[in-house]
């Protein structure tokens, strides 16, 4: 990292260790526009209503074991993941959400905070089909305190994620 980057990354709001990824993919830029805020922004509701934007606007970054193997998927902030579709969707046997350790330990972050890459360990993303309805998402920025405004289909391919339809439905 140059001087001019480490200045960047220690100026952001973000987490330290994202406002790096974010530099080591020529997306420095968006330090300026990673939003803090005094309260946490930990669940989907709570970041929408510090943004002002609609709940679904959140992209929640949740990590899954697929017969023990973390997977990340991304989700609209007002849909639930469908574990059975994400276990038909990656051929395996059972599908579980992750302990918090087991998150922080793959992601580097926190739950309320995990951002949709930048993770320590480059892990298998899944994006819902969802995230495409609207022109910008919002997602963590490393911390229960940050989120920053991407267009989703950047964002998707910034985490090398896999579009799929994932959404639980209601009736």
Known sequence: M?????????ASA???????????VGLGALHGRIRRF??????AAE?????????????????FAA???????????????????VRQELGVGKVTRSRADVVRERTGYA??????????TRTRVLADRSLLDHDVVWAAAGT????FPMAP???????????????????
């Open 2 to 10: 140059t001087t001019s980057d480490a200045e960047n990354a220690s």
């Open 14 to 24: 973000a987490h330290p260790r994202f406002a790096a990824a974010l530099d080591a």
């Open 38 to 43: 005094p309260e946490a922004t930990r669940t």
């Open 47 to 63: 970041a929408a209503a510090a943004i002002g934007c609609e709940l679904s606007q959140i992209c929640k970054s949740l990590v």
């Open 67 to 85: 017969d023990g193997v973390p997977v990340l998927v991304l989700m609209d902030g007002a849909s639930r993941v469908d574990v059975e579709l």
């Open 111 to 120: 739950i309320g905070g995990v951002p949709p890459f930048g993770h320590v």
């Open 144 to 147: 229960p305190y940050t989120v």
């Open 153 to 171: 289909e950047d964002l998707i391919a910034h985490a090398g994620g896999t579009l799929v339809d994932v959404r639980e439905r209601t009736a």
